[in-house]
């Protein structure tokens, strides 16, 4: 079966409490492209979808560079690597209903090249122009001599922008108070998280006033640990000239909830 290979080249903190507040971000990796094939379906795309977790999140924006070996027409080159990046991006949007912006460029990878053919039985080719080596990796013994190289350079980098998704959508301010206060009442600390993140991000998108968090009132109790830490990490998040305080409330966290 022809799959897709991908390397992630994005960062994950490891602070739940941190990640737990966190509304927007933005994931960065890159995905190979192999030789000869041009359309990627969202099967291809679904085991990228998965390990990205992306199932919590809206995909807002996508912007790829797509990059082609240097071998072959320029305008033939260019034209795939775009034909390429669109079938990603439509492959991910089937995913989701909201439209995603998307920004696709497509080069040839001569930077790369360059670089790397100087590392090979080959390394005059760095000093041609680029006309001259268009001719002779038309030659197929150097082209398959340098394949290994060539093959690195077909890749697309992608940068993907996220927004989590709203754990109460059309709730109304009270009617998340009540949902929030049930679930606590029940120790349905997952759903409590959904909920008070679903606040942080109201009031990062300015619909709710930040003293509206402080209602969510959360028992000093060590199965809600989680909550109130990402509480007083979302007040440094929201304001970092007051990191002393928003460390001194996680310090007192600490010494109520040891361990």
Request: glycine share 2%; net charge negative; proline share 4%.
């Amino acid at each position: 079966m022809d799959t897709l290979s991908y390397g992630e080249q994005f960062d994950t903190t490891r602070h739940h409490s941190a990640a737990a507040i966190i509304k927007r971000k933005a994931l960065h990796f890159t995905i190979p492209f192999e030789r000869g094939k041009s359309t990627y379906s969202p099967a291809d795309l679904r085991p990228l979808y998965d390990s990205l977790r992306l199932t919590d999140f809206t995909i807002t924006r996508i912007t790829i560079e797509a990059y082609s070996s240097v071998e072959g027409p320029e305008d033939r080159n260019i034209a795939l690597q775009e034909q390429r990046a669109q079938s990603i991006v439509d492959a991910l949007q089937s995913y989701q209903d909201p439209s995603i912006e998307r920004s696709v460029k497509a080069s040839e990878n001569w930077v790369e090249f360059l670089r790397d053919v100087r590392l090979t039985s080959y390394a005059e080719l760095a000093l041609m122009d680029r006309a001259q080596v268009k001719a002779r990796l038309r030659d197929k013994r150097v082209a398959d001599h340098l394949e290994p190289i060539l093959k690195a350079h077909r890749k697309a980098v992608i940068t993907i922008e996220l927004r989590r998704k709203d754990a109460a959508p059309g709730l109304s301010e009270e009617e998340v108070l009540r949902a929030f206060e049930q679930a606590v009442a029940e120790k349905n600390v997952a759903h409590a998280r959904e909920l008070q993140n679903s606040v942080i991000d109201r009031i990062m998108n300015e619909e709710l006033p930040s003293a509206f968090l402080d209602r969510l009132e959360i028992p000093m109790q060590r199965e809600f640990s989680n909550l109130l830490n990402s509480r007083a990490a979302f007040r440094y998040f929201e304001d970092p000239r007051d990191a002393l305080s928003a460390y001194q409330s996680l310090l007192d966290l600490q010494r109520m909830l040891p361990g």
